[in-house]
């Protein structure tokens, strides 16, 4: 490999994914149109058109800046690798602190800030624009910045350390030194699921204990027949930032809760949050979310194994636009370009994600139609999506790459049989 052919090879990927990304999205605008004039069968009982207007109306804006921010991205990209921005900030801060772990924090932090910066424009459109115009908005200005400064303080709070003991163990465990970042990253994702709930999520929302207590009744003895634990049922004050509602699970073993948002608490019956909260215990029964924090250790060790061999090939770096470093004390480089590029390379591998993320999703209904009744969660989600304003008429290959959840026909049509 030269360092001509693999910037060659990076250019072509990002080409590639890019336009796929703008392909995708294309299609799904296509769709969503050909389908605005007429609420689909299985739903007009329920949806009127106004209301599936609407939701056409608002995933076609998101889609749009979706597709402005794939392209944003890959210029900002280009400007960092084949632009050079990197080397000259790898630089800039080696004249500051020479070739030491902080010249590495600042070349991580400073992108970060001036990415996050920059990408700062197109969220606050999403934010007050979209967001405000389709209804669903209620952030002030004073709080997307106080959650701005907050943000910037944990990730600081969290990620320094972090960051340093990964460039410490770089440097100093030799050529094994991936199987001892692996093991700090597996504790240090651990750690956060344990102090998530009590100490992170605290900072930014409010919960309160349910006091609903003919709910709270219904609740305990669906969570007791289903054999579950958990240290507390807490209702969340989502409606301070958006109208938009869920429900979901954090933390582990003892630490267990369950949240609802304030916000789906108000629209659902006492039959339909059963069903909701079935569902989420359908995702608990099956494991789901151990299996997902398996499957991402599993692929961090494969990167981490990859990164060891790239950092120690010349084309890697010269081939991204930065100068292979002359010592083996600054490896923040070669970590940094290895996870901005990584994305481009691996965008193939969204449908599989996807895919397994829908069969998770059909478990977990399939579990809550077995504990409550299937229409209640089949009204509870048709509730969902129209106070959501999610399509009900997404691209299918659209759908197949990205979504997490299956499309609403497919999902409420198996519910019914
Ligand atoms: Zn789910």
Request: aromatic share 14%; proline share 3%; with cysteine.
């Amino acid at each position: 490999m030269t360092a001509s052919l693999f910037s060659g090879l990076f250019i072509t990927a990002l080409l590639l994914t890019t336009l796929a990304k703008l392909w995708l999205a294309r299609r799904h605008l296509a769709h969503i149109a050909a389908h605005r004039a007429e609420v689909p069968a299985a739903f007009r009982a329920q949806i009127e058109l106004a209301s599936h207007q609407k939701a056409a109306d608002y995933t076609s804006a998101k889609t749009r800046l979706a597709m402005l921010e794939a392209l944003f991205e890959a210029a900002l990209l280009l400007a960092f690798t084949l632009g050079g921005g990197i080397g000259w900030l790898a630089g800039f801060w080696q004249h500051a602190f020479g070739a030491t772990i902080a010249q590495g924090i600042a070349l991580f932090a400073s992108v970060l800030l001036l990415s996050t910066l920059l990408e700062t424009p197109l969220d606050l459109y999403r934010t007050f624009v979209i967001e405000t115009r389709f209804g669903f908005n209620k952030m002030t200005w004073k709080l997307y910045l106080s959650d701005g400064i907050k943000s910037l303080l944990l990730g600081a709070a969290l990620g320094l350390p972090l960051l340093s003991g990964v460039l410490w163990l770089m440097e100093r465990m030799g050529g094994n030194w991936w199987l001892y970042v692996w093991a700090v990253w597996v504790g240090f994702v651990l750690l956060l699921q344990f102090i998530y709930p009590s100490f992170i999520a605290p900072l930014f929302n409010k919960f309160a204990p349910m006091q609903d207590e003919a709910l709270k009744a219904r609740i305990e003895s669906l969570l007791q027949k289903c054999g579950f634990t958990a240290s507390g049922l807490f209702v969340m004050d989502g409606s301070r930032r958006s109208t938009h509602g869920n429900a979901y699970f954090t933390g582990f073993g003892k630490t267990k809760r369950i949240v609802f948002f304030d916000t789906l608490l108000q629209r659902l019956s006492s039959s339909e949050i059963e069903a909701v909260l079935a569902h989420e215990l359908g995702h608990f029964k099956h494991r789901h979310v151990l299996k997902r924090i398996a499957a991402t250790f599993l692929m961090s060790l494969g990167f981490l194994w990859l990164l060891a061999q790239l950092m120690q090939a010349g084309w890697f770096y010269q081939g991204l636009g930065a100068a292979m470093p002359a010592t083996a004390l600054s490896t923040a480089v070669a970590l940094l370009l290895f996870f901005m590029v990584l994305p481009v390379f691996s965008f193939l591998l969204h449908p599989l994600t996807s895919y397994f993320s829908r069969r998770h999703e059909f478990e977990a209904d399939r579990y809550a139609a077995q504990q409550t009744a299937a229409a209640d969660l089949a009204s509870a989600l048709v509730k969902m999506y129209h106070d959501n304003a999610a399509t009900l008429t997404p691209d299918p290959l659209y759908s197949t790459f990205y979504d997490s959840h299956p499309p609403a026909l497919v999902r409420i049509s198996r519910l019914q049989t």
